[in-house]
């Protein structure tokens, strides 16, 4: 197969969605047809034989327990026709939200100022293009369990295929694969869950390079680069929003949120909450109050 370097990116929420799929099994001499904008992505994954696919000027030799996501507006073609038995599954499936795709590697990749965008969004979703499936007999049983669902009625359908189709992305998603997320990445996803589980007590530079064992000026520059704030910014926003929720659904004074979210002036916790949400707390609260 020849070596891809593409990675594809959706901002999620929302995931993207399934709309179809199924499985096609091909005999010496049968070959992919091929389509120019479908309008749909197009995931494949070959369970047995070769596969041979092209997308505008990339040709891939697709064999077990490979993977390829075609994009909804490139023409894609069959290079040459298959030399034996091949089994291969495909999903159809839209994007609600932004997707890009980068040609960069998983080295370099953090330093794509278009990436780092997207790892600002609550989440972004990272596939990439052509991929050697680490766990190929799990995504066979999330494809068999997506085309038997088709038989089911509908009402019942929809849902298990949703759901396994959401959990077929995890599986593929890189961002849950260290090997695959730049160093810079995965310290400031752990940085992030640090505060987040944190975000009550008292947490310092000093504290935080404990907890992570890296230096509190590289997990800056880390945090920084990934989410375009310190880990301190981080934090204070973090509060901030967790104060928002607390003002919404408690009916606890200014002062005890403030303390409750680790703010120990409470002056100080109503000047960051005016200026970052740009109104006082007793205001924010009197807006959505009947």
């Not at 891939?60 to 034996?84: I, M, N």
């Not at 599954?89 to 960069?104: A, I, M, N």
């Not at 999330?142 to 298990?160: C, D, I, P, V, Y």
Request: charged fraction near 20%; glycine fraction near 4%.
């Amino acid at each position: 197969m020849t070596e891809a370097s593409e990675h594809i990116y959706f901002a999620a929420p929302p995931l993207p969605y399934y709309l179809e799929s199924g499985v096609t099994v091909h005999k010496r001499g049968d070959q992919h047809p091929s389509r120019r904008h479908l309008g749909v992505f197009d995931l494949i994954i070959v369970e047995s034989g070769c596969l041979f696919i092209g997308e505008e000027e990339r040709k891939w030799e697709l064999t077990a327990g490979q993977s390829l996501v075609l994009l909804p507006d490139r023409p894609h073609y069959s290079v040459k026709p298959s030399e034996g038995k091949t089994v291969f599954y495909w999903v159809h499936f839209l994007p609600v939200g932004e997707w890009q795709q980068s040609e960069l590697d998983h080295a370099s990749i953090s330093h794509d100022q278009h990436y780092n965008r997207f790892l600002t969004a609550p989440y972004s979703l990272h596939l990439q293009k052509a991929w050697t499936l680490p766990y190929p007999e799990q995504a066979y049983r999330l494809m068999r369990t997506l085309n038997k669902a088709g038989a089911e009625r509908q009402s019942s359908a929809f849902w298990t295929q949703q759901q396994t189709f959401e959990e077929l992305l995890r599986m593929m998603d890189l961002r849950q694969n260290d090997s695959y997320t730049s160093p810079s990445v995965t310290l400031a996803e752990k940085a992030e869950a640090y505060i987040k589980n944190n975000y009550r007590a008292e947490i310092t530079s000093q504290t935080m390079a404990d907890a992570l064992n890296f230096h509190y000026n590289y997990i800056t520059r880390c945090m920084k680069q990934v989410y375009g704030m310190t880990p301190i910014d981080y934090l204070s926003k973090y509060r901030l929003e967790q104060a928002k929720l607390l003002l919404l659904k408690t009916e606890w004074p200014v002062a005890q949120i403030a303390l409750h979210v680790g703010f120990e002036n409470v002056p100080y916790f109503s000047n960051c909450f005016t200026r970052q949400i740009g109104m006082p707390p007793t205001k924010f609260r009197k807006q959505y109050m009947s």
